[in-house]
Each structure stands twice: as C-alpha cells, then as structure tokens.
C-alpha cells in the first residue's frame, strides 16, 4: 500500500508538470513568468504574527522576490504590516506596495486575487482557507499557505480541489508544515520508507502545551470581526488545537505512513479552559459589551474549543498510532516516536535498532527552507504541491476532533466520502456584525 | 541489544516466579487446616450487592461442597435476596459500614467473598486475612496508593499463613486468554513494541443515579448513605471509572508484558456526565503507559451515552500481533478453539482447588499492581503531570481510605471533581504556574 501510494504521488506529479506546460501555452500565461531570474511578486494575505513571519521568510528566500500587495480582514494590521515592511532595511527596494494595493475586510482575498502577484502568502485564521486557495489558483496564483488548511470535511474537499486545479495549472503549492523540509527529517524519512525499522507498528505524537492568548473586547469591532481576532477560540475558526497546532505532528505520522490512517477513535473534553478569573479583557466583559450590558449568556465568549483529545489513527496495515494534544497550564511536550518490527525512531535525525543510524548533515530552519524550495520549484518549472498532502493531513487531524466530539469511531473513507460536515459560514454571509457561535462540543455530538 | 535485556528480563520474571511460588509451596503446607481435601468450603459474602451475589452463586456453582454460610451489607435491604436463597441464619447477617468485621470473626466461615466498593476493600481484606480467611475478592482493590500498600501487605501476610486470594479479574481465568499468553509469552509475537487496551461502552446506571440523588436532595439519605448506595460515581468508593472497570484491560495488558509501566501521562475529563447525581467522576480518560525499554501503550476508557462501544486488548510485536484472546496473527498464526468456560465460574473454581490442593493461589499482589496502574492514570488525568511509578509509590500521599468507625449516618461532603490545573496531586511539588 504505501510505496504504490508513493509511486502514484510521483506519477502525478509528473503528470502535473504535463499539464503544467499545456497551461504555460495557454490563458494564464500571463501569471507564470516566474522562472527562471524574472522576478517574483508576492501578495500577503493574512498579517498577524504567522503572515509577517512568512513574507519575511520568503523575501530572504529569494533575491527576486517583491511583495506588491498586503491583504487582512483588518485595515490598521494592513497598514501597519505594509509599514513595518517598508520600513525594514533588509528588504530595501523589495517592498512595492502601492495605496491601492491594500485591501481589507472579510473579501479581501477576492480583491487581492484580481491583482498581479505570482504567489500568495496565506495565513489568515484556517477556516477560510479553501475558498482562498480557490481564488488563487483561479487566478493563477502559486501558493504559500500556512497550515492547517482547513476546520472541517468541507474545506479539505474544497482545498483537495484546488490542488487539482493547481495541478492542471502547473502553480505550486507548498505549505507551512515545515517538517518535510529539514534536510534532517527528508533523509530519516527515505530511510523508514526502505524498511530500515522494519514495518511500522505503532507510533505516538504530541503536542501537548500551556495554553494560548485570548483577546478582549476591542473597540470599534463588531462581534464577528472580535471573533476573528480571537480565531482560535472557535472551532469553526481555527479547527480547535488538535487541527491548529498538532496537525504538525499528525503530518508525521502521515508522512511515516505514506498516506492518512483507516480508522479513527478519540476521546477528549474542555476540562479546564476559561478565561474569565484573572484575564485582561475577560470573557464576562465582552459580553457585555456586546449585549448591552448583560453577561447572562458570557460563556460563549470563552469560545467552544477543547483542552484535550486524545486520538487513536489506525494505519492501512493495522498500525495503531497514538495522538495526544491539547493545554494545560504548565505543561510542555511536542514530539514523535514511530516502532517498527526492526526498530524506532524519533522522526526527527536518529533512527534506533538493529540499522541505528544518525543524522550528520547540514541542520536548516525548516520555515526558511520551505520558502526556498517553493520558489526554486516555481523558478524550475517543476513546481511543488503539496495541497493534496496537507489537506489530508488536516482532515486527518480534524477526523481525530470529530471522532472525539462525537463519541464514534469511524473510517476514513466514510470521512472522505460520506461526511457532510461544513461548519464555515458561506462567504456572502460573512460581514461585520453578530458572531457565529457553536455550544460547546458534548462528547456525543450528532455525527454528520 | 534491547532484545537480550528484555529476555533477560523475561527469564528473571520466570525464574522469580517459580521461586515465589516454590516459598508458597512450601509456607503453605503448615498453617493451613481448614478447608482441606473435601472439607465444605463455608462462604461469607460481604457486599451482597449486584457483584456479590453474582459471586457467591458462581462460587457455590463452581465446586461441589460449597454453601453460602453467612452474609453483610451495609444496608439490610441489599441483604434479603441472598438470604433467601441460601437460607442464611439470621445470626449469620449482618448489617451495617462495620458488619464485615463481625462476619470475618465467625469461625465457621473460610472464605470470604468481598464485593463492597472498591474503597473498602484494603481494610476488609486486612480484616479477612487477620481473621485467617481465605479471599475473593472484585476487582479493583484499592482506589488509592495507601490502600494499595494495604493490600500488598495482606497479600504478604496471606502467603506467610498459606491463605488463598483470588482476584475477580476473570480474564486470568479464562482459558482462550491463558493459552494466548502462554504463546506471547513464549515469542509467538517476538518482543512486544506496542500496545492498546479499551473500555469504551455508554453510559451506566443513569436512572438510578437520579433516584439516589432525589433520595438524597429529599433529606431521605445522610452523605455517606447517598455516597455509598452511589458509590460507582464517588472517587472514594469506586476509584472513578478507569480504576473500577477498565483495570481489567489494564491487567491484561501487564500480563502481556509480565511487567509494569515505568511511567504514565494521561488525559480526561467530565464532558457529559456533569450532573451532580454523578459525584465527582470522569466519563473519559485517555492515558499513555510507558513500559520498559519506553514501549509505550495507549489506554482508553468512556462512558457517555451513545458512543461506539469497544472493550479488548491488543498487542504487537516484531514477529506477530495478538488480541491476546485467542487469536494470533503474523509469523506463527493461531487461534483458540478449546472450550469456554464462563469464566466468573473458573475463578471460583480455580480458587477452590488450590486451597483443597493445600497450594493456594495469592492473586493480592499482582491485582494491587494492575489497580494501582489504573489509579496512576486516573491521576495523571486529574493532574495533567506525567510522573513514574516508583514516585507515585513513594511519595504521593493520596490517602482515599474511609476513616475508621465511619457511619452510614455521618456527613461527608464529596471533593469537587478535579480540574486540571487547579488539582493538586497529594506529594508533587508543583512550580508555581500561570494559566496563558
């Protein structure tokens, strides 16, 4: 199963080169003139930490890159985001962003995908990125997009679509699930798909930390636009910490595997989360600011996002995986451990076992490195995409989440095929004004 | 060479065994009079509840010469219907939190049936073992690590008088188990690498959770009366959900790897099960066993309403995978086809031989092992803290044990149920943390 996966993977990526060329003579040849040394225009779409991060990243990847366009739901981040970046020395005469190229608000991917950048740089909140994804390819964009990218079975169908589209385009797709780019971990995972520890068994991933910010009341937003700010307090938002954070470990186990596991089996709960006791900006005060004084209803403002999930992957050859995640105050483990019949290893540089074996080549920052490949890759003409990989590894986290909200095992065809779970608001009702708000999850939710 | 320690480790486990059981032998021998050869096999029961009527009819089932000779409850009412049926003499029942000690102090009584909750059982097994009793007693045996050091010293106490305790954790007994472990034992599966064990079911005595707590709220029951009568949902009695039903997965896989977890971090919570007629139990944890050589296992347990249901064992190795039973896949496949016995009976029966054989079987330590894993769990799940066995055994100073003269009549509030972060484990020395 996993090296006829593998060849396939290859396959089709030779077949998207193809197909990339039929595109290069056709419609959009105005988007792919990438190559080569020509330079590089890069729009930025989401400019909190991770989007700043990322631009950053990709502008040291390359000296022919520009940035010509910044996009947020939010006019001062966009203002102050294009600001920082002019302002940067490193990045002198590579910041080009005109007043008309700023563009803000809840369809500020729409306005940006009707500009003349190359590559987009995503890292808004994840829910909304399939439909971004999908603007960008349309408008034959190659894509740089943070990871997870999407919060429930809906979104990874739409983001699975638009790799194909991508695919038949010939645009890149690479994403910030930096793992699969450290040298270190490429060549500990060729030696694992040889069978140097054998067949896998079993394996375990954690991300398992202290907790994260939560933002108060701020002026001048409506409700949805606070709840955006705090994206990820709302699962319909961020995916809830098992898809937002420890996809990165999932997408190990994915990567160890070749492929997503069959079945899954969780069980978790909001044990402890509050933010209310000894918070700036509590959660009781934004209700009241939102409900004319009232906090009667304050707890959704704490947002529906769990503590903990743990999850049970089971693996095409029966290989039964653990996932633990989720916060607790004081607390801090974030790695992998996979078994196999020959021996283990930490996924990272060191295999165990009857072939031990270390890693001893040239350690690189894996969120630089991705940039660096992506844009080689656009540059060659053989571009990367990973979409199809990453919107895997995030159904398979959101999977783990489902299972676990629900109480019910299930398999991952079922997931894929029969789900019918779309929990994102549709684009045209997305404006400033109330919030979209989900109760808490039961631990025996109704399984859509 | 993670191999050879492991076999090493194996055969030491092996030979000690043979020797403990060699000692036993030869203890045995002298003290034990009664209950020899033929003689009747005369049965206390104490906890006449569902589990200790289920006991006591697979008891007298299981051998000839058996009779149910006297009976306690803490409540006269859970007594009636045993008594009926064995026609136990009135001076024979007794009623009441200390009836067991006047049942243990019968003469004509030679094993004793212990199925209380759980939180008794370390000072009725003291008891039983001090009376010269030999013991059945229902899993799990202690909710807490005081306790567990109760039973470990009963269990001592019990081999140097040649006494006999069998623990109900069936599985033990039961033959498609044994044979399959007899072969991963013996490198059916090679070494064992990983390993997952369930309890996944739905939900448990929902109604008669609210009749107890309208009993309760009404002023009809005291504290304790309501704690008692609900014992599976208060922590002190039933050692929460992992500890009370899943301990049997646990065991099973401890018996897979003749050996116990170093190490343990868990998860958990109370996500459907929030009413206060449920005490102050979980309904889910997940919690991760580190075994030697850093094997490590997952284990899973709920009770929620509506949930899938899956409730086995699993192990795999470099050579094989089991569901340890009666099925072994990989390179040397196998399946049990021998008989299957019920197993609630072949414990009794198991347990009755070996003390007309004069070569009693002492389950007391390794079940006070196997509960004692479950109870690490459950606590590395109320505290979110990932500690090792040997810290929990030493210094953690959770004390569970119901005081002594307790009365049905007393007030005892009920802990609140544990919230990660604001939870102390009783000995860990917490740094001093904010929530982010």
Redesign the interface.
């Known amino acids: 199963m996993t090296a006829s996966k593998k060849d396939k993977s290859i396959s089709k990526r030779s077949a998207a080169t193809a197909a990339g060329a039929v595109a290069l003579a056709g419609a959009v040849a105005s988007k792919v003139h990438a190559r080569g040394s020509d330079t590089i225009k890069v729009g930025l779409l989401g400019c909190g930490g991770r989007g700043n991060g990322a631009v950053r990243q990709c502008l040291q990847a390359d000296p022919g890159v520009e940035v010509i366009a910044v996009a947020d739901l939010f006019e001062s981040r966009v203002k102050s985001s294009r600001d920082r970046l002019m302002r940067d020395n490193k990045f002198k005469g590579r910041v080009k962003i005109d007043d008309d190229h700023l563009f803000w608000g809840f369809d500020c991917h729409e306005k940006l995908a009707r500009c003349e950048a190359d590559l987009l740089c995503m890292a808004t909140a994840p829910a909304f990125r399939g439909r971004q994804m999908m603007a960008a390819v349309k408008a034959g964009m190659n894509i740089f997009t943070e990871k997870p990218v999407a919060t429930d079975v809906a979104g990874c169908r739409e983001v699975m679509a638009a790799s194909k589209i991508a695919e038949q385009k010939g645009l890149a797709i690479v994403c910030g699930t930096q793992r699969r780019h450290e040298f270190s971990r490429v060549e500990l995972m060729k030696r694992i798909h040889d069978g140097q520890i054998g067949e896998l068994v079993g394996g375990q991933c954690y991300w398992y930390g202290g907790g994260i910010w939560y933002r108060g009341y701020q002026e001048g937003l409506s409700e949805l636009e606070w709840q955006c700010l705090n994206w990820y307090h709302f699962n319909w938002i961020s995916g809830d910490q098992i898809c937002e954070q420890h996809i990165h470990n999932i997408d190990i186990m994915n990567w160890c595997f070749n492929g997503p596991p069959k079945n899954f089996t969780a069980v978790g709960g909001r044990a402890w989360r509050s933010y209310n006791d000894g918070q700036v900006g509590p959660a009781k005060e934004v209700c009241r600011k939102y409900n004319n004084g009232s906090d009667v209803d304050w707890e959704k403002y704490n947002g529906d996002i769990w503590d903990h999930i743990f999850a049970e992957f089971e693996y095409a050859n029966g290989a039964r995986c653990l996932s633990f995640s989720g916060h607790s105050p004081g607390t801090g483990r974030g790695d992998e451990k996979i078994v196999g019949t020959k021996g283990t290893s930490n996924c990272n540089n060191r295999i165990s076992g009857e072939n031990a074996w270390r890693y001893e080549g040239r350690n690189v920052n894996g969120m630089q490195q991705e940039h660096i490949d992506l844009i080689k890759s656009i540059r060659s003409g053989n571009p990367l995409n990973e979409g199809q990989r990453i919107a895997e590894s995030t159904l398979t986290a959101i999977g783990a989440r489902i299972s676990a909200y629900t109480g019910r095992s299930f398999s991952w065809n079922w997931l894929l095929n029969s789900s019918k779970q779309d929990i994102v608001p549709k684009q045209e009702y997305l404006r400033p004004g109330r919030g979209v708000f989900h109760p808490t999850a039961t631990g025996r939710d109704k399984l859509v | 060479m993670?191999q050879r320690q492991k076999l090493t480790r194996r055969e030491l486990l092996k030979s000690s065994a043979v020797t403990a059981g060699a000692l036993v032998l030869g203890g045995a021998a002298v003290p034990l009079a009664e209950a020899r050869g033929s003689d009747t096999i005369r049965v206390g029961v104490v906890g006449c509840g569902g589990r200790g009527s289920g006991a006591a009819r697979d008891c007298v089932k299981s051998s000839p010469g058996v009779r149910i000779v006297a009976l306690a409850d803490a409540f006269g009412d859970r007594l009636t219907s045993l008594k009926n049926e064995f026609k136990v003499r009135n001076n024979h029942c007794f009623v009441g939190l200390d009836a067991y000690k006047e049942l243990m102090a019968l003469d004509d009584v030679n094993l004793v049936i212990l199925g209380t909750p759980p939180g008794f059982r370390p000072p009725q097994l003291a008891e039983a073992i001090r009376r010269g009793k030999n013991v059945f007693m229902e899993k799990p045996v202690a909710v807490c690590p005081a306790g567990i050091k109760m039973v470990i010293e009963a269990s001592n106490k019990a081999t140097e008088k040649g006494l006999a305790i069998v623990a109900g954790t069936q599985r033990r007994h039961e033959p498609k188990y044994v044979e399959t472990m007899k072969r991963i034992h013996d490198g059916a599966i090679?070494e064992i690498?990983?390993a997952?064990c369930?309890w996944?079911q739905g939900g448990l005595w929902v109604d008669r959770a609210k009749t107890n707590w309208d009993n309760y709220k009404s002023g009809k029951w005291s504290d304790v009366e309501w704690q008692t009568r609900n014992w599976l949902f208060i922590k002190w009695l039933s050692g929460d959900h992992i500890v009370e039903q899943h301990v049997h997965n646990i065991d099973v896989i401890n018996w897979a790897f003749n050996a116990l977890p170093e190490q343990v971090?868990g998860?958990?919570?109370?996500?459907?099960r929030t009413g206060p007629q449920y005490g102050n139990i979980f309904?889910?944890?997940?919690?991760?066993f580190f075994y030697p050589d850093?094997v490590?296992t997952?284990s899973?347990c709920?009770q929620?309403?509506?949930?899938?249901n899956?409730i086995s064992e699993?192990v795999?190795?470099?050579?094989g995978?089991s569901n340890c039973a009666g099925s072994i896949e990989g390179e040397n496949p196998w399946r049990y086809e021998g008989p299957n016995p019920n197993p609630y009976v072949v414990e009794h029966a198991d347990l009755i031989k070996s003390i007309r054989d004069g070569s009693p079987l002492n389950e007391g330590q390794r079940i006070a092992e196997s509960t004692l894993c479950a109870i690490m769990g459950r606590e590395s799940a109320y505290s979110?803290?990932?500690f090792n066995r040997s810290w929990f055994m030493s210094r953690c100073t959770l004390n569970l044990l119901p005081p002594d003269g307790l009365k049905l009549s007393d007030s005892k509030p009920v802990d609140p149920f544990a919230?990660?972060?604001?939870y102390q484990l009783p000995g860990l020395v917490?740094?001093k943390?904010?929530?982010?």
């Open positions: 993670v090679g690498v990983s997952q369930y996944n971090h998860l958990g919570g109370r996500q459907d309904d889910h944890f997940g919690v991760e850093d490590r997952i899973m709920r929620i309403p509506g949930t899938t899956r699993r795999a190795g470099t050579k995978v979110r803290q990932q919230v990660p972060g604001k917490q740094s943390r904010r929530r982010g």
